[in-house]
């Protein structure tokens, strides 16, 4: 089993900045293919951004590319979303996630096998 604990949301003014970071722990100390989603009230969970098992490769969502970078520290089991520039439409509770298997970068939901409980970002205008 692998477990994931996010922190770092809270509530920010618009164009300020966040960090939130994802801590993995579980069966084995191997990478995962890792992302992050979000979820506002009465919309879809969205794709944010994804990042391979190796970190080399990441991508992400139109609506937050060049504001938001995805990282990994491998050595603490823990991966962190930068997000600057910060709009109120980025309010939402963001989730990380965890695929085991692929490689990675991943970009759908459904391809994802665990997920963290989800941390509340709140942008005020």
């Known amino acids: 089993q692998v477990q994931l604990v996010e922190s770092g949301g809270g509530l920010v003014q618009a164009g300020g900045s966040l960090r939130l970071s994802c801590a993995v722990s579980?069966?084995?100390?191997?990478?995962?293919?890792m992302g992050w989603f979000r979820q506002a009230p009465g919309k879809e969970r969205e794709f944010v951004a994804a990042?391979?098992?190796?970190?080399?490769?990441?991508d992400y969502g139109d609506s937050v590319k060049g504001r938001f970078t995805f990282s990994r520290a491998n050595d603490r089991n823990t991966v962190y979303l930068v997000m600057n520039s910060l709009k109120a439409e980025d309010t939402a509770v963001y989730y990380c996630?965890?695929?085991?298997?692929?490689?990675?970068?991943?970009?759908?939901?459904?391809?994802?096998?665990?997920w963290g409980q989800g941390t509340q970002v709140t942008v005020s205008s």
């Open positions: 579980g069966r084995t100390a191997r990478s995962y293919a």
């Open positions: 996630a965890a695929n085991t298997i692929h490689l990675g970068p991943l970009y759908y939901p459904d391809e994802y096998e665990y």
């Open positions: 990042i391979s098992w190796t970190g080399a490769r990441t």
